[in-house]
């Protein structure tokens, strides 16, 4: 391990050219099952400790990057690389690509991993065949909204040598892209969502954010096409997200965050439900079916 992980562009980059960017979006109703949520725009990301040109600390405790989430928002993370990695991402003691107890060691049967560029986002943990529950902010505490806990942890894989010279040849014919998080813009106004069950939504607290299983949708995990040898048994890099309320934000980085396109007009837009205490005490632009 030890590979380069930097902050840059308002993106994550970790080695082997992989690209994280963590994107806004809407929180879905806890009932039923829905499409992909909108993109709207990139999370602000900076390192817990400044490092020269941008360079996270990977320590164990203290490092990683830093992320403000408010609680009327959710996470989707896009992904780009330039060249074909395994990226493993955890929530706290889960495995968000299969759901399972956490590993860090690359697992098939089932998954345990995605495969960049080939995979273009990952919106949550798995909920079982096809679905994934949404990464919501939660306050940090028991029970199965908050199991999740308070950050994520993101693991990258870089293939074999003996791999590399069959990775070209191999992605042409996969169809593989450098897939980036686009296409995802804007609520969809008209599509049919669950009205919540009452009381599912949950209240975050304002000095301290955790990471949460929310709403359910439809999302595929692409298999691997590879033989699971194909890559390193180590990790060349792992890396914490701690998730921090705006509040903590301004506190560590001297800065307010900055101000989210989520707000009232953007539920409405795509009806969906707005709960009073989304409002977190901040105003928002005036609501045109209000």
């Known amino acids: 391990m030890g590979g380069?992980?930097?902050v840059a562009g308002g993106a994550l980059e970790l080695p082997g050219g992989a690209v994280v960017r963590f994107m806004r979006t809407l929180r879905l109703p806890e009932s039923g099952t829905h499409p992909l949520p909108p993109g709207l725009g990139a999370f602000p990301l900076r390192a817990a400790a400044d490092g020269p040109d941008g360079a996270v600390d990977q320590g164990?405790?203290?490092g990683g990057v830093l992320l403000p989430v408010?609680?009327?928002e959710a996470v989707w993370l896009g992904f780009a690389a330039s060249a074909p990695v395994a990226l493993q991402v955890r929530a706290g003691a889960v495995c968000a690509v299969s759901g399972r107890p956490w590993s860090g060691r690359l697992a098939q049967d089932p998954q345990n991993y995605l495969v960049l560029p080939r995979q273009p986002w990952l919106d949550g943990i798995s909920s079982g065949r096809g679905t994934t529950r949404q990464f919501v902010a939660t306050p940090p505490?028991?029970?199965p909204a908050a199991a999740a806990g308070a950050r994520l942890q993101l693991q990258v894989f870089e293939l074999r040598a003996h791999a590399r010279a069959r990775a070209g040849a191999a992605q042409d014919r996969a169809g593989w892209g450098a897939?980036?998080?686009g296409g995802r813009s804007g609520p969809v106004p008209g599509v049919p969502l669950a009205a919540p069950?009452?009381?599912e939504a949950l209240r975050v607290d304002a000095a301290a954010t955790g990471l949460g299983a929310g709403g359910r949708m439809r999302q595929e995990v692409y298999p691997d096409p590879r033989p699971l040898d194909d890559w390193r048994d180590e990790p060349s890099a792992r890396v914490w997200v701690h998730l921090v309320s705006a509040a903590r934000w301004e506190q560590v980085t001297g800065r307010?965050?900055?101000d989210s396109p989520v707000d009232r007009a953007a539920y409405a837009s795509a009806g969906l439900p707005w709960f009073a205490h989304y409002d977190e005490g901040a105003p928002?632009?005036?609501d045109p079916a209000a």
């Open 4 to 6: 380069l992980v930097r």
């Open 60 to 62: 164990p405790d203290g």
């Open 70 to 72: 408010l609680q009327r």
């Open 141 to 143: 505490g028991p029970g």
């Open 179 to 181: 897939a980036r998080p």
């Open 197 to 199: 069950a009452p009381g």
């Open 256 to 258: 307010p965050a900055p």
């Open 284 to 286: 928002d632009r005036p």
